[in-house]
């Protein structure tokens, strides 16, 4: 039901946009973030949005991503900037009707992940 995409491989200082994509549901009144995980490590918040706007990052990332929504087409992005080596991990995003949910990693739906891979 969602669908992450955009992953792939780039050189360290690249940019990558991820895509979350609902396909039996609108995401308009849903709480969506991005999460990722990398091998052997645990999955980590990296960003939320509200059905609002309002956002929040993890500290690895603030200044360097953005997550953005269009709720006309029920899609969440993650826009990566300046990316480094140790952003690579599988990104996954989900969603839930509550930010708690989403905050303590056990949101209603969570879609498939999509491969970063930033090389040195």
């Known amino acids: 039901q969602l669908q992450a995409s955009g992953g792939g491989s780039v050189q360290a200082g690249g940019s990558l946009r991820l895509s979350c994509a609902a396909s039996e549901r609108t995401l308009s009144n849903y709480y969506v973030g991005w999460f990722r995980q990398a091998p052997g490590k645990q999955r980590d918040l990296v960003a939320v949005?509200?059905?609002?706007?309002?956002?929040t990052y993890a500290n690895f990332v603030k200044g360097r991503f953005t997550i953005s929504r269009d709720n006309a087409n029920s899609t969440v992005y993650l826009q990566m900037n300046s990316l480094k080596p140790e952003d690579t991990a599988v990104y996954y995003c989900?969603?839930?009707?509550?930010?708690?949910?989403?905050?303590?990693?056990?949101?209603?739906?969570w879609g498939q992940g999509t491969q970063v891979t930033v090389s040195s």
């Open positions: 989900a969603a839930s009707r509550s930010y708690l949910a989403v905050m303590t990693k056990q949101p209603s739906y």
């Open positions: 949005i509200a059905s609002g706007g309002s956002t």
